[in-house]
């Protein structure tokens, strides 16, 4: 019984310490440019170096189709929170709202999501 609580108390503990880990997005928009559209996502995690960083965000449509994917080079240690954009995004018409989520380089991609109304 002990060694099933001690596993059940890891388990929990590394998948708590997985979604500590997870960018957050402070901020989203998106701006009509021409023909398509620019993204800007504000994020903030805690980089700690090449091996632990917020390392992407990606757009999805209503129903979980990726449109675009925004890949960050580098960690931002010392740079937090930090803004990068992604531009000639070109969005299938009729597209009312999209949704943006985060990726971890150690603990993946997040399952929240910010939305981004596109009428305004």
Not at 37 to 47: E, F, N, S
Not at 65 to 92: C, D, I
Request: hydrophobic letters at 40%; charged letters at 20%; glycine letters at 6%.
């Amino acid at each position: 019984m002990t060694r099933a609580f001690l596993s059940i108390a890891l388990t929990l503990t590394l998948l708590t310490t997985a979604r500590a880990d997870m960018p957050t997005i402070v901020e989203a928009s998106a701006h009509r440019v021409g023909m398509g559209w620019r993204i800007d996502v504000t994020l903030q995690h805690p980089d700690t170096g090449w091996e632990h960083y917020a390392d992407g965000w990606e757009i999805l449509d209503k129903s979980g189709k990726q449109l675009g994917y925004r890949k960050l080079m580098h960690p931002h240690v010392e740079e937090q929170p930090f803004t990068r954009s992604l531009v000639n995004v070109m969005l299938p018409d009729g597209t009312r709202e999209v949704f943006i989520r985060a990726n971890c380089s150690k603990a993946g991609m997040s399952t929240d999501s910010v939305a981004i109304d596109l009428r305004n």
